[in-house]
């Protein structure tokens, strides 16, 4: 079989959800099934982040026309043709909702991690709204002859609010996330000098709502300060307040900030999957986040959930993880019964049977 892959996003910094959701999946589908060919269409020719992924049965192909032209053009003309570009191939698949064309005999396979941009647009900046419009992910759905959501949660949507037929939609959940590196440990129970956020400083991850539970907390006698991971718009407002800004970090660095945290805080008002709660988890710390359906599904009881947009009990919740004995401990052995029930190589095991059945459909 082979598959054209749109790899728009690895030209992304590699810290991006879609950008690790398809680096991972490509690692184990080029090593399991590299008797496939893996065809990896990257426009521009700008630098991919992360270590090669030129092995096993994957190949990339660059494109000379820049990837902003690539995605107006097949938004705007349907051209030029994903599946053309790469050489011709049996299935596309797109690991994220895109401005991509691809020829009406070719089947298409798409992944969706959530509906956010269609329910909460205004978390979004104009040029991210452009993007969805250009991509008509509605559209695409309906074309695709198989779509994928990364859980449960997502897939109910889908078929609900595109219409799309429960037949062709498929659940299929992500790995955990970055697994550890070989020097990271797992924290101790008794570590914790740090409430943790890890990810793009963006309206739509309500860091606003954590730094305001966290203010709240230390009123009443936390002593854990507020620790932020990534980059965003929102950085010069965060700066601003009580929480230490440390900027993205490198596998290497984010392994020794988890380590060093109390606990992971996502309070995102809505999640598809959600990596970092599990990340945190892997590396035996547990998490805080939004009381959504799709962490109900990836953490079991490895995290407290607390309701959206409520900082009171956010702020509740970081007393409760630094002042109660063995809370900690207690919601990381329970992660650890969730995180059993994902792998990088079981979705990529199930996505290829989906990309196989897509390719024999009529």
């Known amino acids: 079989m082979r598959i054209g892959v749109d790899g728009r996003s690895l030209a992304s910094p590699a810290g991006r959800g879609v950008a690790h959701y398809t680096r991972a999946l490509l690692r184990e589908l080029g090593t399991t099934f590299s008797g496939d060919q893996w065809v990896v269409l990257v426009p521009g020719n700008g630098p991919v982040p992360g270590p090669p992924l030129d092995h096993g049965g994957i190949t990339l192909r660059r494109s000379r026309v820049p990837g902003r032209a690539i995605h107006g053009a097949g938004a705007i003309a349907a051209r030029p ?8 191939c049996d299935v596309v698949w797109a690991p994220a909702p895109a401005p991509v064309a691809v020829s009406l005999a070719v089947p298409l396979v798409l992944t969706v991690h959530d509906l956010s941009f269609e329910h909460r647009p205004e978390d979004y900046s104009a040029y991210e709204r452009v993007w969805h ?3 008509h992910p509605r559209r695409l759905a309906r074309r695709a002859s198989r779509v994928v959501a990364v859980s ?15 037949r062709i939609v498929r659940t299929i959940h992500s790995g955990p996330g970055r697994e550890p590196g070989a020097q990271a440990e797992r924290s ?27 203010a709240r907390a230390q009123a009443r006698g936390l002593r854990a300060p507020l620790v932020l991971a990534g980059e965003g718009p929102l950085r010069a407002e965060l700066e601003m307040t009580q929480a230490r800004l440390v900027g993205r970090m490198d596998d290497a660095g984010l392994d020794a900030l988890y380590k060093g945290a109390l606990a992971v805080a996502c309070v995102s008002a809505e999640e598809g999957f959600g990596f970092t709660p599990l990340e945190a988890l892997q590396r035996g710390v547990p ?8 962490f109900a599904e990836t953490l079991g009881g490895g995290a407290l959930r ?3 947009g409520e900082p009171e009990a956010l702020a ?10 063995g809370l900690r401990e207690q919601l990381v052995t329970a992660g650890a019964t969730a995180l059993d029930q994902l792998s990088w190589s079981r979705a990529a095991r ?3 049977a989906v990309l196989l059945e897509a390719a024999g459909s009529p």
């Open 350 to 352: 199930e996505l290829h």
């Open 316 to 325: 509740l919740a970081l007393l409760r993880l630094e002042r109660e004995s």
């Open 152 to 166: 449960e949660a997502t897939r109910g949507q889908v078929i609900r609010e595109w219409g799309l037929p429960d």
């Open 287 to 294: 998490a805080v986040v939004t009381d959504l359906p799709p």
């Open 81 to 88: 043709r994903l599946d053309r570009l790469v050489g011709g």
């Open 133 to 135: 419009r250009l991509a």
């Open 306 to 308: 607390v309701p959206p």
């Open 188 to 214: 101790p129970s008794g570590g914790g000098g740090y409430v943790l956020a890890v990810g793009a400083l963006e309206s739509r991850k309500r860091l606003g709502l954590l730094v305001e539970a966290h």
